[in-house]
């Protein structure tokens, strides 16, 4: 398996990663979410984020084949916390046929590495409260609940 960092001829696999990753997490949690954006904004989207020095886009390979995606980002530290750097995990998804192998570990792994290498001091990630295998995941590698979003219907 290697992993392989903003390389702007993969953006076509990075946006298929996407797609599909909406298609099955939001697709199962978020009845409201446009499953359609990736094919449609994704390709503009994530040629940008390859460009962005404050952008992580990640590609996972195995025997070739993508075996999966992470997308991080840098973000401003803000005046109402300015002690804190935080790098944001923005998206991740690990090919079905890959999971459970230490795709998505390593995928982190070098997340860490990199936002580390920029200063970051936290580390945040948001899944559906009910995608219990990300929310396993996730906890595995070392993240724990900090704040809480919740919703109700209107
Ligand atoms: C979540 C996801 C990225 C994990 O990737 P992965 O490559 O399968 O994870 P790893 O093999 O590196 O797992 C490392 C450890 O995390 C934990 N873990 C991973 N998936 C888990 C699951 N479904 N249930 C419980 N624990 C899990 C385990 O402790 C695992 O170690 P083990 O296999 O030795 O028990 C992958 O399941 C996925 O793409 N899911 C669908 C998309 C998604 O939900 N993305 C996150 C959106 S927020």
Same mark, same amino acid.
């Given at each position: 398996m290697t992993v392989s960092v %903003?390389?702007?001829?993969?953006v076509p696999e990075l946006v298929k990663s996407a797609e599909a990753l909406f298609a099955e997490d939001a697709g199962s949690h %978020?009845?409201?979410? %446009?499953?359609?954006w990736p094919a449609r904004e994704g390709a503009a989207y994530y040629q940008d984020l390859v460009e962005d020095e404050n952008a992580l886009c990640l590609l996972a390979r195995s025997d070739g084949a993508v075996a999966g995606h992470l997308i991080g980002r840098l973000l401003p530290v803000s005046s109402l916390r300015p002690g804190a750097v935080r790098a944001v995990l923005e998206s991740m998804r690990v090919a079905a046929e890959r999971r459970r192998e230490g795709v998505g570990e390593a995928l982190v792994a070098a997340f860490v590495a990199w936002a580390k290498e920029r200063g970051a001091n936290e580390l945040a990630v948001q899944a559906y409260a009910n995608n219990e295998g990300a929310l396993a995941f996730y906890r595995a590698q070392g993240f724990e609940p900090f704040e809480v979003r919740l919703g109700r219907a209107v």
């Open positions: %903003d390389v702007t001829e993969e %978020d009845p409201r979410m %446009d499953l359609g």
